[in-house]
């Protein structure tokens, strides 16, 4: 038991990794924690990676507003909507 | 029993299925260049339209296959987004530290860092220097937010292959905003 417990720093950042897509199980999140109470360095990376997830959704968040003004334009609507009769027609 | 309409299709749907797009793919031109394709395909396979679901489903089903068959032709052109898994088990520094640079510390990983415009930029820039494959998979899962197993079937690659992948792309942004950002 104590044993499946005690993780590697590698086996900690993989599930740190997961844990950011909320794919971690239950059991591994306590593998974490366990592992934080004595390896500093573990607990400095899961902070950044933390950091690095937050700065990626804001980027995301970003990117849809933007989005959400662009559309085709008129014009190559027009364009589109003559091709699509033109091939109808011949059908 | 639905009957399709082609002639009204681009003011129902091209808003719609465009952004639908740019979502997925985030490129203007390339999406444009999709939706017109899937709106061409629907043409084609207009006879086999059975009404069975409405025409926006089916419209969108087609552009699904559009947007992975995409996809598929990036991965096929740069390689398949295949590594070697070596997480746990690799020689004398087996679960080290030691053969990836050791996290330094990062001043000023505060909060309202987050809405620095600044510092959204150079998340942008370093995500760019990413190799093309680690981009891609990173970007899907984490800006797109697309499901693990539907990257995974779409890319043909094993779970632990994109976490691998993943891992990596992490480790090469924390390196580069070190670089650029927190140790200037």
New interface residues.
Partial sequence: MFKKLNI????A??IC??SQ?K?ATFFEKTQLNIHFLCCK?CT??S???V??????????N???KK??S???TQG??EF??K???K??VK? | MQKLDPNKWIDKYSDYLFKYTLARVSDYELSKDIVQDTFFSALKSAKNFEGKATERTWLVSILKRKIIDYYRKINSKKGKAEVRMNFYNEGDNEGDWLEERVPQTWDNMAEKQLENKELQNQINSCIDKLPEKYAMVFKMRTIQEIDTDVICNELEITSSNLWVIIHRARTQLRRCLEDNWFNK
């Fill in positions: 590697t720093c590698k086996q950042v993989a990794d997961k897509y794919e360095i400095k990376y902070k950044q990676n950091f690095l997830t937050k700065l990626c959704r804001n980027k995301s970003d990117d849809k989005q959400i662009l559309c085709m190559e609507k589109l909507k091709e699509i009769e091939r109808y059908e």
